[in-house]
DNA sequence: CATGTAAGTATACGAGTGTAGACATCGGGC
DNA sequence: GCCCGATGTCTACACTCGTATACTTACATG
């Protein structure tokens, strides 16, 4: 989590309540991103079950009440979070010839035990059991997330192949950051993402006519 | 959840009656497996935060603190749903040259839009985001998942391809059955599985020293 | 058939949830 | 300087959760 608070104010409240220090003057517009920024943190931390709004508020140095005030409910505010975690942040890295390289490898940096990253994956695994979250991420997803990377690898089947990237990393974030089992967290990290970048290059440049097994009815088209 | 049963509307039957499948002869083991059965059924539909142990119980006709009685705690609950989850269903079909083949198709079955299949990658997703049901569902992973998928996969880094092969497993279960994203869904499955097989294919059968992308120091030779 | 005991139920409690309504307080415009 | 609306808090409510205690019922045995 990152500041919350107006760096700008000074404790102007010398008064011995307050639950944050630094308190923010009356500005709801700050207020409003305050609690939205501890919002993505917490999802993100503990998912859309394991939080409360009281936890949230805490966070942006408020009190619950004014969740609803500004964003209506809980459910309405976890949209908001949704998109800014999913939109400012890129699922992607590098483009052409660099994208399984730099992808894999930014993969394998964020996830790395010690990195304690917040990213949407992390957003979207923590929240997976929730039916209404499930929803508003998938609709999230077909808006940023997978249009971007739709772009990125144009050609045949562009969706699925995104969309399989999509999934290899959400795996790898499942095993390696929330799991933490053995093998991936303890593997050297240039050679997991060598490894990763392999599996990606199979979806970036994807074999064409001349498929390793020629299947038949699948034509992989044009 | 949502199907009601009136627990207490015993209708006085006296006799041998059988037929209906709700009433249970006082049987201690018979009950416990019936309270196991429902709970790794309402774990992977729900995940651990999202059942209660009234709803586990009201599936197998008993009350909550039988729950309790048998095993315990809902979390001792949970941990034998794991293992009851993971261990006897497998996570790889097939083996040797055909286990990537086979693999892929029964993913791509299993996480069909109207398989309605519960497996131990959806039991995982859904109760990831809670850090007690992840250190328990680590552990499972460890113990069956894993040390299979590592014997068949016997070579170099074994444990590391076998665990990106769950990975990518876990990332279709995800954006396919749980999020049920646009493409993955919409694809021909036969298309999707070869997709998905070619992937599988650079774990099982791994690019030796004649690596496509020859990069210093990982050496992925053995 | 009476009975001890395992099998199962009923009730309750304390903590936690999201949220509604009433109340308090700051701050800018007349 | 005063006041009214915006901003934020307090208390409360109805609900669910996991579980502990006390109770009831059915079964096997004498």
Known sequence: MSDTAEPSSPVSRS???????GRRRRDAAATRQAILDAAVAAFTRYGYDGVGVRDIAQSAGVTAML???????????????????FAPRTVIAGSGAQLADKTARALVARTAP??????????????????????????????HAGRHLNEELSGT??????????????????????LGTTALTQEQPEELAQWIE????VLVTPPTAASPRPEPGAGSGP
Chains 1, 2 share one sequence.
């Open 15 to 21: 008064g011995p309540q307050g639950p944050t220090p």
């Open 67 to 85: 969740i609803n005030r500004y964003f209506g409910s809980k459910e309405q505010l976890f949209a908001e979070a949704v998109d800014v975690a």
């Open 157 to 178: 089947a562009a969706g699925v192949r995104a969309e399989l990237m999509l999934s290899l990393q959400a795996g790898v974030w499942l095993m390696r950051s929330v």
């Open 198 to 201: 392999s599996l990606f290059q």
């Open 114 to 143: 010690e990195a304690e990253e917040l990213g949407p994956f992390l957003l979207m695994l923590r929240s997976a059991a929730s039916p209404r979250a499930a929803q508003i991420m998938r609709e999230a997803i077909g808006r």
